[in-house]
């Protein structure tokens, strides 16, 4: 099991695997773009450098839980400076597939779009740098009380234009930080795994009872296209890494402060 931990991109997500590793006796540093969060991560024991700092090399084990496939690229051409540590996981997206019909599993094709190909592109650079070592997680959308789809909503006024029948992928942050320390600690994972909580609603489902509960006027939405809803396999994370999600109903997204 690893002892220190480095994660780049120490926030959200970030913050929640550095404290619980630190809780479980580890050590970990955490790097971020400015110090605005360092006297939070500190105080969860957190050791905390800006980013623009030199990148420790002294950790057994590393989370890049940087947002943005440009960002990430840039984490990587760092990294490339010196060698891979143990364990090495990326946080990936479910924008990987795009809207896919169906089923979709870890090895089902990136999307035939420049989103999702960027995406791709980074993971095959981050496999190529981490070797046997790396573990990419794609992630759903995270949510938690104030953050997510809802307070976006709550923000906005109306929901982002999108067809209806699209699936609404999503996971509470709560459980996608427990998957990210079982990548972190398992002995022999698999190189990809889906990080969602199914079922996920339709943008339809989702946006009505939101709008119901914000007192919002009903969702439009563009016109249905007549495809089917995504849907997410996730045999292989429950046999590895989360067996129970805490937060396994998509309607907690709906809690609103």
Known sequence: MSTSLLVMGCGELGLRVASRFVASGGVAVGLTRTDLRHKELLAHGVTARVSSEEVPSDHDALLISVAGHAAQKGVLARLREGQAPRRSVLISSTGYYGWTSGLVFE?????PDGHAL????????FRDWSGAGGVVLRLAGLYRLGRGPMSALQKSKSPPLGPPEKTLALVHYDDAATAVLAALSAP???????????PCPTRRDFYHAACVLLDLPTPAFDQDTGRSPTTFDTSRLRRDLLPIARHSRWQEALLHE
């Open 107 to 111: 090895d089902t094709p990136a999307a």
């Open 118 to 125: 960027a995406l791709a592109a980074v993971e095959a650079e």
């Open 188 to 198: 022999a994972p698999e190189a990809t795994y889906l990080v969602v909580t199914p």
